[in-house]
């Protein structure tokens, strides 16, 4: 079982950010992070895009920024955890933003590695903001029980989705 990491204050111990509520956390984090993610898909992706150096910069900034933020609220080991998934889950990521780049008549493939750093980035940050908002809703953060389901839920529909798309991909030529 993980544990929220623990912040003295004035002799009571309190999770970190604790006297945040999600519903102040997770609707500025997201429609802020979908701004941003949304100037660095765009930024990588457009036909007239920006040098790679400038790429890096807005969004490495940012992405350094988010990073500190999510250890502050979500604790070094669901942070630990994100980047655990997003390494297992490069693939998911390759498809999906291979679909979006679809509805624009491009392929993540036309592009070189370095671009999709940026963008890959922002995915991760987001679909782990996603799943911490799921835990949060569900109550899994208190719940051993219930963080397991949630856990379970979330690699098979996983697995479902991007292995769909995959096959899609493959299918559809």
């Known amino acids: 079982m993980t544990t929220q990491p623990k912040l003295e204050k004035v002799g009571k111990t309190r999770r970190i950010g604790a006297a945040f509520t999600p ?3 997770y609707p500025f984090f997201m429609v802020h992070m979908l701004a941003f993610g949304l100037s660095g898909f765009f930024m990588a992706y457009s036909d007239d895009h920006p040098d790679i150096s400038f790429l890096y910069m807005h969004g490495g900034i940012a992405i350094v920024v988010y990073l500190v933020f999510y250890l502050a609220i979500f604790g070094r080991d669901q942070v ?13 990521i390759y498809t999906q933003i291979d679909l979006i780049l679809s509805i624009f008549g491009k392929n993540a493939g036309d592009f070189p590695v370095s671009v999709h750093v940026v963008p890959f980035l922002y995915y991760i940050l987001y679909t782990f903001l996603l799943y911490q908002f799921v835990l949060q ?4 953060h208190n719940s051993t029980h219930r963080r397991k389901i949630v856990e379970n839920v979330y690699v098979v529909s996983s697995v479902l989705v991007y292995g769909g798309l995959y096959l899609m991909e493959k299918i559809g030529g």
């Open 23 to 25: 519903w102040m956390i």
């Open 80 to 92: 630990k955890w994100m980047f655990i998934n997003a390494g297992l889950g490069l693939l998911g």
């Open 137 to 140: 809703i569900t109550g899994a």
